[in-house]
């Protein structure tokens, strides 16, 4: 099983193509990774789509920051489907596949009902790296995780009064322990780069879209092997939203 890895972002500063536009939105805020910025969809009743025309050598498509809670995000090439998620959580979704070209890449969102507005904050597509052994034993599932934190008064006998739910931070580190040498010294290299330009995905199991999160704030350590040269133990934290 692999981890797969964001490494590049096509989509920064591409203005996409919005079906069932908001009023007053600014559809280059999906190709943001500020999340501050979002793009909320028009009228209640048609499907909205994100569309940024054709693209190349593209091996995942990611999106973060929306509100799709009860419903479905299809991923087109032109008009054929390539990949879909039904959710009944804000998961952050990684769709990744063969790299491959597209005529028109179109993320299209479908809510149940659909009365409900839609609401993204990032799109982004590129290529990725395959961490072909998977994690290391004690991985958090840092897509399962809430950003919630409860806080809960009580009375003298100890019972439950009342209850805070604070958001808090989730934090996350994985650790390859035996990397070649070569890869640690090339490919690892871009990646350290990319990552403090833009915030990166991970994704845990390659059938499920939404075991997935962004990733910011990195931090790195890359330490010789103890017993070659040839391999290095590479280690990386950072901080995860996952969406929920």
Not at 193 to 198: N, P
Request: net charge negative.
């Amino acid at each position: 099983m692999a981890l797969t890895i964001t490494k590049s972002n096509a989509l920064i500063g591409v203005t996409p193509t919005i079906t069932d536009p908001g009023i007053n939105e600014v559809a280059l805020n999906i190709s943001d990774p500020d999340h501050s910025l979002n793009y909320t969809s028009g009228t209640t009743t048609a499907i909205f789509a994100v569309s940024y025309g054709a693209q190349s050598n593209i091996s995942y498509v990611s999106v973060s920051g929306h509100t799709v809670t009860s419903g479905t995000i299809n991923l087109y090439n032109g008009v054929t489907l390539i990949d879909s998620v039904t959710l009944k959580r804000s998961n952050t979704v990684m769709f990744t596949f063969p790299e491959m070209s597209f005529s028109d890449l179109k993320v299209e969102f479908v809510v149940t009902p659909n009365t409900k507005k839609i609401t993204v904050s990032f799109i982004a597509a590129g290529q990725t790296i395959e961490i072909e052994t998977g994690e290391q034993s004690g991985y958090k599932r840092n897509w399962l995780n809430r950003h919630l934190m409860q806080r809960t008064a009580s009375n003298a006998q100890t019972a439950p009064v009342s209850s805070l739910n604070q958001n808090k931070a989730i934090t996350g580190s994985l650790s390859l322990p035996n990397e070649l040498a070569l890869f640690s010294q090339d490919e690892w290299q871009d990646f350290i780069d990319y990552s403090f330009e833009q915030p990166f995905f991970i994704k845990e199991f390659e059938s499920l879209p939404e075991s997935s999160y962004i990733c910011f704030d990195p931090k790195y350590s890359t330490v010789s092997h103890s017993e070659t040269r040839a391999l290095d133990v590479l280690k990386l934290s950072f901080t995860v939203f996952n969406g929920l």
